[in-house]
């Protein structure tokens, strides 16, 4: 099933002489004073990547255009020059919107998520987001689903024409081993119409703990 919401994608590392827990503090801040405030909100994740010093703000939006009015009023707060002031973002945020989510244990709480895998990726030539769909649900159906720690799967692409696979765990470790499941050649069968239809060159793996 796809939808209207924007995603949000930004990752960051922080500045020099800035802890994880002062992050956390002003974070809190940036979401009760002015995130939570903004019309168009719907949630936020913050996590952790599996390498030092690398974090990521997922945010889902009603729309862009939420997304995009919420920042341009930002300078107004001075919550979110505090938070800014603690991390550097090298890339521009990454909007997108899903393509399709394919859910695990539907019934789970979202503070049940603890880590997610998320890969950027490029389609090969002539591959279509239906294509996408049909060959992601059976990675869904035949690989992930009844996993114990599996909540969802989510393709979803960027306003660049950049995608997404996302998998939703119980912790960053859980999601490194769904992902394991693939294999790495010969790959698990279910698997092989997807990897077919993605440019090997651009795939950009990592696994994010949740810091909630």
Known sequence: MTSTITVEWVEF????????SELLAVSQGFQV???S???GYIKRTLLRLNESGRYADLVHWSDAAAMRAAMASSP????????FALIE?????????????YEGDADAPVSSVGGLEFSFFLPKDGVTDAMLKSAANKVADGLYRGQPGYFRHS???TEQGM??????????KRAAELCGMWGTGPYAEPCLPYLEMIRPETMQIAFFENLR
Not at 76 to 83: D, E, K, T, W
Not at 163 to 172: E, K, L, N, P
Request: hydrophobic residues 50%; glycine residues 4%.
């Open 37 to 39: 405030l903004q019309p």
């Open 163 to 172: 995608y997404a696979d996302v998998v939703f765990a119980s912790s960053a």
């Open 13 to 20: 590392q922080l500045r020099a002489d800035v802890t994880e």
């Open 155 to 157: 393709v979803m692409k």
């Open 33 to 35: 004073e002015f995130l």
């Open 89 to 101: 973002a090298p890339e521009a945020p990454s909007l997108g919107v899903p393509v399709a989510h």
């Open 76 to 83: 107004a707060f001075p919550v979110c020059g505090a938070y």
